[in-house]
Protein backbone atom coordinates (compact mmCIF):
# COMPACT_ATOMS: atom_id res chain seq x y z
CA UNK A 1 0.00 0.00 0.00
CA UNK A 2 1.13 3.65 -0.82
CA UNK A 3 1.33 6.43 1.59
CA UNK A 4 0.67 9.64 0.92
CA UNK A 5 1.54 12.30 3.43
CA UNK A 6 -0.47 15.06 4.66
CA UNK A 7 2.83 17.31 4.19
CA UNK A 8 6.50 16.60 3.91
CA UNK A 9 8.91 19.23 4.35
CA UNK A 10 11.79 17.44 4.15
CA UNK A 11 11.43 17.37 0.47
CA UNK A 12 11.75 21.23 0.60
CA UNK A 13 14.58 21.38 2.83
CA UNK A 14 16.71 19.12 0.90
CA UNK A 15 16.12 21.25 -2.03
CA UNK A 16 17.46 24.17 0.02
CA UNK A 17 19.62 22.81 2.53
CA UNK A 18 23.10 24.35 1.38
CA UNK A 19 21.21 27.79 1.04
CA UNK A 20 19.34 27.03 4.26
CA UNK A 21 22.30 25.79 6.33
CA UNK A 22 24.57 28.69 4.80
CA UNK A 23 21.96 31.42 6.15
CA UNK A 24 21.85 29.70 9.67
CA UNK A 25 25.68 29.24 10.17
CA UNK A 26 26.13 33.16 9.22
CA UNK A 27 23.93 34.02 12.37
CA UNK A 28 25.84 31.61 14.14
CA UNK A 29 28.98 33.37 12.91
CA UNK A 30 27.96 36.89 13.27
CA UNK A 31 26.31 36.11 17.14
CA UNK A 32 23.20 38.47 16.70
CA UNK A 33 20.43 36.24 17.60
CA UNK A 34 17.53 38.70 18.47
CA UNK A 35 16.80 41.81 16.00
CA UNK A 36 19.08 42.10 13.95
CA UNK A 37 20.65 42.43 10.62
CA UNK A 38 18.36 39.43 9.33
CA UNK A 39 14.86 40.59 10.73
CA UNK A 40 15.97 43.91 9.45
CA UNK A 41 16.22 42.71 6.12
CA UNK A 42 13.42 40.46 5.90
CA UNK A 43 11.21 43.16 7.23
CA UNK A 44 11.98 45.10 4.40
CA UNK A 45 11.44 41.90 1.82
CA UNK A 46 8.07 41.31 3.09
CA UNK A 47 7.13 44.80 2.85
CA UNK A 48 8.22 44.97 -0.82
CA UNK A 49 6.63 41.73 -1.58
CA UNK A 50 3.37 42.98 0.09
CA UNK A 51 3.47 46.02 -1.71
CA UNK A 52 3.27 48.10 1.94
CA UNK A 53 5.55 50.20 3.60
CA UNK A 54 5.98 48.70 6.69
CA UNK A 55 6.54 45.27 8.05
CA UNK A 56 6.91 44.37 11.70
CA UNK A 57 8.60 40.86 12.51
CA UNK A 58 7.32 39.29 15.71
CA UNK A 59 7.05 35.77 17.52
CA UNK A 60 4.07 34.65 15.37
CA UNK A 61 1.02 34.75 13.43
CA UNK A 62 -1.09 34.55 16.67
CA UNK A 63 1.22 37.71 18.13
CA UNK A 64 0.46 39.18 14.83
CA UNK A 65 -3.04 39.22 15.70
CA UNK A 66 -2.28 40.25 19.21
CA UNK A 67 -0.37 43.22 18.43
CA UNK A 68 -2.51 44.26 15.32
CA UNK A 69 -5.74 44.35 17.90
CA UNK A 70 -3.45 46.18 20.44
CA UNK A 71 -2.26 48.90 17.92
CA UNK A 72 -6.31 49.21 16.44
CA UNK A 73 -6.96 50.31 20.17
CA UNK A 74 -9.14 47.35 20.41
CA UNK A 75 -9.48 46.79 24.53
CA UNK A 76 -11.83 45.76 27.10
CA UNK A 77 -15.65 46.65 26.76
CA UNK A 78 -15.05 46.85 22.87
CA UNK A 79 -16.37 43.75 19.95
CA UNK A 80 -14.70 42.59 16.86
CA UNK A 81 -16.61 41.27 13.89
CA UNK A 82 -14.45 37.38 12.74
CA UNK A 83 -15.70 34.42 11.08
CA UNK A 84 -16.62 31.56 12.90
CA UNK A 85 -15.29 29.11 10.94
CA UNK A 86 -11.37 29.58 11.31
CA UNK A 87 -8.11 29.06 13.27
CA UNK A 88 -8.80 29.65 16.83
CA UNK A 89 -6.53 32.46 17.16
CA UNK A 90 -8.24 35.02 14.95
CA UNK A 91 -10.74 35.22 17.69
CA UNK A 92 -9.08 34.09 20.73
CA UNK A 93 -6.12 37.21 20.48
CA UNK A 94 -9.34 39.51 20.59
CA UNK A 95 -10.55 37.79 24.10
CA UNK A 96 -6.88 38.13 25.46
CA UNK A 97 -7.24 41.87 24.93
CA UNK A 98 -10.57 41.89 26.96
CA UNK A 99 -12.49 42.10 24.12
CA UNK A 100 -15.52 40.09 22.78
CA UNK A 101 -15.58 38.33 19.32
CA UNK A 102 -18.58 38.57 17.26
CA UNK A 103 -19.17 35.87 14.85
CA UNK A 104 -20.19 35.89 11.30
CA UNK A 105 -21.27 33.16 9.16
CA UNK A 106 -19.41 31.82 6.27
CA UNK A 107 -19.98 32.04 2.81
CA UNK A 108 -20.47 28.30 1.79
CA UNK A 109 -18.36 28.72 -1.30
CA UNK A 110 -15.06 30.44 -0.76
CA UNK A 111 -15.75 29.27 3.49
CA UNK A 112 -15.04 32.67 4.14
CA UNK A 113 -16.69 35.92 5.83
CA UNK A 114 -20.28 35.88 4.31
CA UNK A 115 -20.48 40.35 3.93
CA UNK A 116 -24.06 40.22 3.76
CA UNK A 117 -25.17 39.41 7.25
CA UNK A 118 -22.21 41.92 8.65
CA UNK A 119 -24.68 44.35 9.03
CA UNK A 120 -27.01 42.73 11.97
CA UNK A 121 -23.43 42.48 13.94
CA UNK A 122 -23.05 45.92 14.23
CA UNK A 123 -23.34 47.46 17.72
CA UNK A 124 -21.96 50.92 19.24
CA UNK A 125 -18.82 48.53 20.63
CA UNK A 126 -18.18 47.33 17.31
CA UNK A 127 -14.19 48.37 17.01
CA UNK A 128 -13.20 46.45 14.33
CA UNK A 129 -13.56 43.33 11.81
CA UNK A 130 -10.92 40.71 10.49
CA UNK A 131 -11.12 39.05 7.08
CA UNK A 132 -9.44 35.93 7.28
CA UNK A 133 -8.11 34.25 3.92
CA UNK A 134 -9.35 30.85 4.40
CA UNK A 135 -7.35 27.81 3.02
CA UNK A 136 -5.67 30.24 0.73
CA UNK A 137 -7.93 32.72 -0.90
CA UNK A 138 -8.82 36.04 -0.34
CA UNK A 139 -12.60 37.07 1.74
CA UNK A 140 -14.75 38.99 -0.23
CA UNK A 141 -12.12 42.02 0.41
CA UNK A 142 -13.71 45.09 -1.62
CA UNK A 143 -17.21 44.78 0.56
CA UNK A 144 -15.54 44.23 3.50
CA UNK A 145 -13.58 47.34 3.48
CA UNK A 146 -16.66 49.02 2.26
CA UNK A 147 -18.60 47.98 5.52
CA UNK A 148 -15.26 48.55 7.64
CA UNK A 149 -15.48 52.01 6.44
CA UNK A 150 -19.13 52.97 6.73
CA UNK A 151 -19.08 51.65 10.33
CA UNK A 152 -15.64 53.54 10.88
CA UNK A 153 -14.04 50.25 11.87
CA UNK A 154 -10.45 49.27 11.89
CA UNK A 155 -10.01 46.11 8.86
CA UNK A 156 -7.44 43.70 10.17
CA UNK A 157 -6.28 40.85 7.03
CA UNK A 158 -5.80 37.55 8.76
CA UNK A 159 -3.54 36.39 5.81
CA UNK A 160 -1.56 33.62 7.86
CA UNK A 161 -2.92 31.19 5.00
CA UNK A 162 -3.02 33.28 1.95
CA UNK A 163 0.75 34.51 1.26
CA UNK A 164 0.64 35.16 -2.35
CA UNK A 165 -2.44 35.36 -2.91
CA UNK A 166 -4.24 38.12 -4.71
CA UNK A 167 -7.28 39.81 -5.21
CA UNK A 168 -8.24 42.27 -7.77
CA UNK A 169 -4.82 41.85 -8.93
CA UNK A 170 -3.12 43.46 -5.92
CA UNK A 171 -1.34 41.16 -2.73
CA UNK A 172 -4.37 40.30 -0.18
CA UNK A 173 -1.10 41.32 2.65
CA UNK A 174 -1.85 44.78 0.93
CA UNK A 175 -4.93 45.28 1.93
CA UNK A 176 -6.75 46.91 5.22
CA UNK A 177 -5.50 48.47 8.12
CA UNK A 178 -3.22 45.67 9.05
CA UNK A 179 -1.87 42.79 7.18
CA UNK A 180 -1.47 39.73 9.97
CA UNK A 181 1.08 36.67 8.75
CA UNK A 182 2.13 33.53 10.09
CA UNK A 183 5.24 31.70 9.40
CA UNK A 184 4.32 29.11 11.12
CA UNK A 185 6.48 25.78 9.35
CA UNK A 186 3.30 24.30 7.33
CA UNK A 187 2.19 27.41 5.91
CA UNK A 188 3.35 28.83 2.81
CA UNK A 189 6.19 30.61 3.55
CA UNK A 190 7.10 28.64 6.63
CA UNK A 191 10.03 28.92 9.13
CA UNK A 192 11.67 26.46 11.18
CA UNK A 193 10.14 27.14 14.48
CA UNK A 194 7.33 29.98 15.33
CA UNK A 195 7.65 33.41 13.59
CA UNK A 196 5.01 36.08 12.17
CA UNK A 197 4.96 39.40 10.65
CA UNK A 198 2.46 42.33 10.54
CA UNK A 199 2.58 44.61 7.36
CA UNK A 200 0.77 47.86 7.68
CA UNK A 201 1.33 51.02 5.19
CA UNK A 202 0.95 52.97 8.34
CA UNK A 203 4.32 54.24 9.92
CA UNK A 204 3.09 55.68 13.25
CA UNK A 205 1.73 52.45 13.77
CA UNK A 206 4.86 50.54 12.60
CA UNK A 207 6.65 52.53 15.20
CA UNK A 208 3.49 51.52 17.90
CA UNK A 209 3.87 47.75 16.76
CA UNK A 210 7.87 47.67 17.02
CA UNK A 211 7.18 49.18 20.56
CA UNK A 212 4.63 46.63 21.52
CA UNK A 213 6.99 43.47 20.50
CA UNK A 214 9.69 45.03 23.04
CA UNK A 215 7.92 46.03 26.05
CA UNK A 216 6.07 49.47 25.16
CA UNK A 217 10.36 50.35 24.54
CA UNK A 218 11.92 52.26 21.50
CA UNK A 219 14.43 52.75 24.00
CA UNK A 220 16.54 50.16 25.84
CA UNK A 221 15.09 50.64 29.78
CA UNK A 222 12.28 53.34 29.04
CA UNK A 223 9.06 51.73 28.72
CA UNK A 224 6.08 54.01 27.21
CA UNK A 225 3.09 51.55 27.28
CA UNK A 226 2.30 48.08 28.16
CA UNK A 227 4.04 45.93 26.10
CA UNK A 228 4.98 42.40 24.81
CA UNK A 229 8.14 40.21 24.60
CA UNK A 230 7.23 39.23 21.44
CA UNK A 231 10.44 38.59 18.64
CA UNK A 232 10.97 36.68 15.74
CA UNK A 233 14.37 35.14 15.85
CA UNK A 234 17.57 35.88 13.59
CA UNK A 235 17.78 32.65 12.77
CA UNK A 236 14.30 31.93 11.71
CA UNK A 237 14.58 35.28 9.30
CA UNK A 238 17.83 34.33 7.69
CA UNK A 239 15.84 30.88 6.74
CA UNK A 240 12.67 32.75 5.54
CA UNK A 241 15.01 35.03 3.35
CA UNK A 242 16.30 32.29 1.55
CA UNK A 243 12.35 31.35 1.18
CA UNK A 244 10.86 34.34 0.17
CA UNK A 245 12.27 34.05 -3.38
CA UNK A 246 10.80 30.63 -4.13
CA UNK A 247 7.05 31.34 -2.61
CA UNK A 248 5.88 32.51 -5.81
CA UNK A 249 7.17 29.41 -7.64
CA UNK A 250 5.98 27.20 -4.75
CA UNK A 251 2.11 28.72 -4.72
CA UNK A 252 2.32 28.32 -8.20
CA UNK A 253 3.07 24.49 -8.02
CA UNK A 254 0.53 24.59 -5.22
CA UNK A 255 -2.29 25.37 -7.88
CA UNK A 256 -0.99 22.80 -10.02
CA UNK A 257 -1.46 20.11 -7.66
CA UNK A 258 -4.76 21.51 -7.30
CA UNK A 259 -5.95 21.70 -11.03
CA UNK A 260 -4.35 17.83 -11.11
CA UNK A 261 -6.53 16.91 -7.80
CA UNK A 262 -9.52 18.75 -9.83
CA UNK A 263 -9.22 16.69 -13.05
CA UNK A 264 -8.95 13.35 -11.00
CA UNK A 265 -12.38 14.04 -8.75
CA UNK A 266 -14.55 16.40 -10.86
CA UNK A 267 -16.40 12.90 -12.23
CA UNK A 268 -17.47 12.21 -8.63
CA UNK A 269 -20.35 14.17 -8.18
CA UNK A 270 -20.78 13.75 -4.18
CA UNK A 271 -17.48 15.23 -3.74
CA UNK A 272 -17.70 19.61 -3.67
CA UNK A 273 -14.60 20.65 -4.76
CA UNK A 274 -13.27 24.07 -4.13
CA UNK A 275 -13.75 26.99 -6.11
CA UNK A 276 -11.83 30.40 -6.84
CA UNK A 277 -14.19 33.21 -6.84
CA UNK A 278 -13.97 35.77 -9.86
CA UNK A 279 -10.79 38.24 -9.42
CA UNK A 280 -9.28 36.39 -6.75
CA UNK A 281 -6.05 33.63 -7.13
CA UNK A 282 -5.67 31.37 -5.11
CA UNK A 283 -3.08 29.72 -3.38
CA UNK A 284 -3.73 26.91 -1.81
CA UNK A 285 -2.97 26.81 1.84
CA UNK A 286 -5.31 23.61 1.97
CA UNK A 287 -6.99 21.84 -0.78
CA UNK A 288 -10.68 20.87 1.22
CA UNK A 289 -13.65 19.27 -0.27
CA UNK A 290 -16.68 18.71 1.19
CA UNK A 291 -18.12 15.10 1.43
CA UNK A 292 -21.69 13.81 2.78
CA UNK A 293 -20.15 11.16 5.11
CA UNK A 294 -16.62 12.67 5.90
CA UNK A 295 -16.05 11.13 9.11
CA UNK A 296 -16.49 7.68 7.05
CA UNK A 297 -14.28 8.86 4.22
CA UNK A 298 -11.51 10.23 6.45
CA UNK A 299 -11.19 6.87 7.77
CA UNK A 300 -11.61 4.99 4.91
CA UNK A 301 -8.74 7.11 3.12
CA UNK A 302 -7.10 6.47 6.03
CA UNK A 303 -6.97 2.50 5.78
CA UNK A 304 -6.03 3.30 2.23
CA UNK A 305 -2.68 5.17 3.50
CA UNK A 306 -4.30 8.49 2.91
CA UNK A 307 -3.48 11.19 5.65
CA UNK A 308 -6.15 13.90 5.30
CA UNK A 309 -6.85 16.43 8.00
CA UNK A 310 -10.03 18.48 9.20
CA UNK A 311 -9.68 22.04 9.19
CA UNK A 312 -11.93 23.11 11.62
CA UNK A 313 -13.84 20.52 12.96
CA UNK A 314 -15.32 23.07 15.91
CA UNK A 315 -16.93 26.38 14.50
CA UNK A 316 -15.59 29.00 17.10
CA UNK A 317 -19.04 30.27 18.15
CA UNK A 318 -19.45 26.74 19.29
CA UNK A 319 -16.00 25.93 21.10
CA UNK A 320 -16.04 25.26 25.23
CA UNK A 321 -13.82 28.32 26.07
CA UNK A 322 -16.98 30.27 24.11
CA UNK A 323 -19.59 28.98 25.67
CA UNK A 324 -20.17 32.28 28.05
CA UNK A 325 -20.86 34.31 24.70
CA UNK A 326 -24.42 31.79 24.88
CA UNK A 327 -24.71 31.01 20.78
CA UNK A 328 -26.77 28.74 20.55
CA UNK A 329 -26.09 25.30 17.66
CA UNK A 330 -27.96 26.17 14.47
CA UNK A 331 -27.00 30.05 14.84
CA UNK A 332 -24.28 30.08 12.20
CA UNK A 333 -25.62 27.42 10.12
CA UNK A 334 -23.14 27.51 7.19
CA UNK A 335 -20.32 27.28 9.56
CA UNK A 336 -21.78 24.27 11.00
CA UNK A 337 -22.93 22.27 8.24
CA UNK A 338 -18.85 23.27 7.05
CA UNK A 339 -17.64 21.90 10.31
CA UNK A 340 -19.10 18.40 9.54
CA UNK A 341 -18.31 17.94 5.72
CA UNK A 342 -15.11 19.36 5.11
CA UNK A 343 -11.84 17.41 4.53
CA UNK A 344 -8.32 18.84 3.50
CA UNK A 345 -6.54 16.47 0.81
CA UNK A 346 -2.48 16.62 0.75
CA UNK A 347 -1.42 19.48 -0.84
CA UNK A 348 2.23 20.90 -1.16
CA UNK A 349 4.70 21.95 -3.35
CA UNK A 350 7.09 19.05 -3.79
CA UNK A 351 3.86 16.73 -3.69
CA UNK A 352 4.14 14.51 -6.40
CA UNK A 353 1.97 13.80 -9.43
CA UNK A 354 1.74 10.24 -8.70
CA UNK A 355 0.81 11.00 -5.11
CA UNK A 356 -2.23 12.93 -6.34
CA UNK A 357 -3.17 10.22 -8.76
CA UNK A 358 -3.34 8.01 -5.43
CA UNK A 359 -5.03 9.91 -3.53
CA UNK A 360 -8.03 10.29 -6.31
CA UNK A 361 -8.32 6.65 -7.00
CA UNK A 362 -8.40 6.14 -3.37
CA UNK A 363 -11.35 8.71 -3.23
CA UNK A 364 -12.75 6.95 -6.46
CA UNK A 365 -12.87 3.70 -4.80
CA UNK A 366 -13.78 4.88 -1.32
CA UNK A 367 -17.10 7.51 -3.03
CA UNK A 368 -18.13 4.01 -4.67
CA UNK A 369 -19.60 2.53 -1.71
CA UNK A 370 -23.40 3.48 -1.70
CA UNK A 371 -22.61 4.12 1.99
CA UNK A 372 -20.17 7.29 1.41
CA UNK A 373 -23.09 8.43 -0.55
CA UNK A 374 -25.39 9.17 1.26
CA UNK A 375 -26.14 11.60 4.01
CA UNK A 376 -25.84 10.25 7.44
CA UNK A 377 -28.42 11.27 9.38
CA UNK A 378 -26.54 13.03 11.58
CA UNK A 379 -25.03 15.21 8.93
CA UNK A 380 -28.56 16.01 7.64
CA UNK A 381 -29.79 16.86 11.27
CA UNK A 382 -26.98 18.94 11.52
C1 LIG B 1 -1.76 29.62 11.50
C2 LIG B 1 -2.85 30.59 11.69
C3 LIG B 1 -2.82 31.57 12.69
C4 LIG B 1 -1.80 31.60 13.79
O1 LIG B 1 -0.49 31.58 13.40
P1 LIG B 1 0.64 30.97 14.39
O2 LIG B 1 1.91 31.39 13.72
O3 LIG B 1 0.44 29.51 14.44
O4 LIG B 1 0.48 31.62 15.71
C5 LIG B 1 -3.83 32.50 12.72
N1 LIG B 1 -4.86 32.47 11.85
C6 LIG B 1 -4.93 31.53 10.89
C7 LIG B 1 -6.08 31.56 9.94
C8 LIG B 1 -3.95 30.56 10.78
O5 LIG B 1 -4.04 29.63 9.83
Not at 63 to 76: M, R, Y
Not at 295 to 307: I, N, P, S
Not at 320 to 341: D, F, I, R, T
Request: glycine letters at 8%.
Amino acid sequence: MQKVRMLNLERQYVSLRDEINAAIEKVLANQHFILGPEVAALETEVANYCQVGHAVGVASGTDALLLALKAAGVGPGDEVIVPAFTFVATADTVSLLGATPVFADIDPVTYTMDVNGLEKLVTPATKAIIAVHLYGQAADIFAIAKFARAHNLVFLGDTAQALGATYAGDPVCSFGDFGCLSFFPSKNLGAYGDGGMIVTKDAEQAAFLRMARAHGSAKKYRSEFLGWNSRLDEIQAAILRVKLPHLDRWNQQRRECAALYREALQEIDEIVLPVTAEGRSHVFHQFTIRVPNRDAVQAALKDMGVETAVHYPVPLHLQPMYQYLGYEKGSLPEAEKAVAEVVSLPIYPDLLPEEIAYVGEALKQVMAKPEMRSRSLATQAG
